[in-house]
């Protein structure tokens, strides 16, 4: 609070004064929480009941805030949560061109095309391995061949059901 609001509520009799001209901080922010009206109150009831009976009145309504600080300065809150929002906004441009972020989008699109790629070398292992493990069990190549793929698919099929949590 500026020092020009202080002498002005010591001079509407909003707060009071210590005898030696000194304010007691805990009581002068008692005194001006009960001398001081919220928002909402301030606003004359001829321009209340024309808001509430114009269309879209309970639009208005239920944006409004309900719970303002009595005294509160809503003004400087605004203000104070843009710069965080601007301060927030900085950083993480800044981390952004430090490389230490990265385009979501780009990432999704690389994780796919990479199992993508993983599935389709799984799939050709069989046709690759199928002969030389047959030769080497001396049974069927044809067998071999099924039976691996059979076992691959499985296992992709179980591998697919994974699901990804994003947040």
Not at 27 to 34: H, V
Not at 47 to 60: F, I, K, Y
Request: hydrophobic share 45%; proline share 4%.
């Amino acid at each position: 609070m500026s020092d020009t609001a202080v002498r002005k509520a010591i001079a509407a009799g909003r707060i009071t004064a210590e005898a030696d001209g000194t304010i007691n901080v805990a009581r002068a922010d008692a005194d001006w929480a009960a001398s001081t009206r919220a928002p909402e109150e301030r606003v004359p009831a001829s321009t209340r009941s024309r808001a509430e009976t114009r269309p879209g009145a309970d639009d208005v309504a239920a944006v409004a805030p309900t719970s303002a600080p009595i005294g509160g300065n809503t003004y400087t809150q605004a203000r104070t949560a843009n710069e965080v929002l601007k301060a927030q906004h900085h950083k993480l441009r800044i981390a952004q061109l430090k490389g230490e972020l990265i385009d979501r989008s780009q990432v999704m699109s690389q994780v796919f095309a990479l199992a993508r790629a993983e599935r389709d070398a799984w799939l050709n292992w069989p046709a690759r391995i199928s002969s030389m493990l047959a030769a080497e069990l001396g049974i069927d190549p044809h067998t071999m061949h099924v039976a691996l793929e059979r076992e691959v698919r499985q296992h992709l099929s179980e591998l697919g059901e994974f699901v990804a949590r994003l947040e």
